[in-house]
């Protein structure tokens, strides 16, 4: 598996504010998400990040809330724009080895709470 | 109707128990199928895959019906250190093979009493 780990771990931030997060592999990967996991709710998809070219989003999810890069295999950030309330949640980067089938490997998180 | 399902829970379990979970997911296509764990305020780890034939990986045992669309995960000899809550994933790869194509079940709580 990978070692994968996100910047910050957490933040407190206020509205209208945005926040960039950080996800950094110590391999190269063939393919990296991020999910959003709102309290008590399970994970839901926001994006895959393509190397080289523009996110693919999942329906519900826009580049101009969620803008992503993926400069490389092994980083990549999402931003989490114009904050509300409602955008506090834990935010998760997963990653794809290259070697490794289809299983999906989760960074530590990053909790964010918008006041 | 969700495309995963998950009984919530809590299992309120004493040590050395047998404890099953159940899951069902709506989507016919689906490609492959996981057991997530994820203790609290931590990321999902995955526990296991499941296949057809069903596995197994020491007190854990994972089945697929593909038929009714049910997967299911058997824990024997329960553990205090198998408190977490277990997530059911599925892979909606057959509409497109996308790999991030996951789709996660708000997952069962288990709680191992001594």
């Known amino acids: 598996s990978a070692v994968i780990s996100q910047k910050p771990s957490r933040d407190i931030c206020q509205r209208g504010t945005s926040l960039t997060i950080q996800c950094q592999v110590d391999?190269?990967?063939?393919?990296m998400f991020w999910y959003r996991q709102q309290p008590g709710q399970s994970l839901t998809l926001i994006a895959t990040a393509n190397q080289g070219s523009e996110a693919t989003y999942e329906s519900g999810f826009v580049i101009d809330k969620f803008p992503i890069s993926r400069p490389n295999l092994t980083f990549s950030t999402l931003t989490v724009s114009n904050m509300s309330p409602e955008d506090s949640s834990i935010y998760l980067c997963?990653?794809?080895?290259?070697?490794?089938?289809?299983?999906?490997?989760f960074g530590p998180g990053t909790r964010l709470l918008v006041l | 109707r969700k495309e995963v399902e998950q009984d919530p829970g809590p299992f309120n379990v004493p040590e050395g128990a047998t404890v099953a979970f159940n899951c069902t997911y709506s989507n016919s296509a689906s490609q492959s199928f996981f057991w997530y764990r994820q203790d609290c305020r931590k990321e999902p780890k995955l526990l296991m895959s499941v296949y057809s034939s069903g596995n197994e990986d020491g007190r854990f045992t994972a089945q697929l019906n593909r038929a009714s669309q049910y997967i299911s995960l058997l824990i024997r000899d329960s553990k205090l250190s198998d408190s977490a809550t277990y997530l059911c994933v599925v892979n909606m790869g057959g509409y497109g093979g996308s790999q991030g194509n996951l789709i996660f079940g708000k997952g069962t709580k288990l709680s191992v009493k001594p």
């Open positions: 391999s190269q990967v063939t393919m």
């Open positions: 997963s990653v794809v080895p290259t070697h490794g089938r289809e299983t999906q490997y």
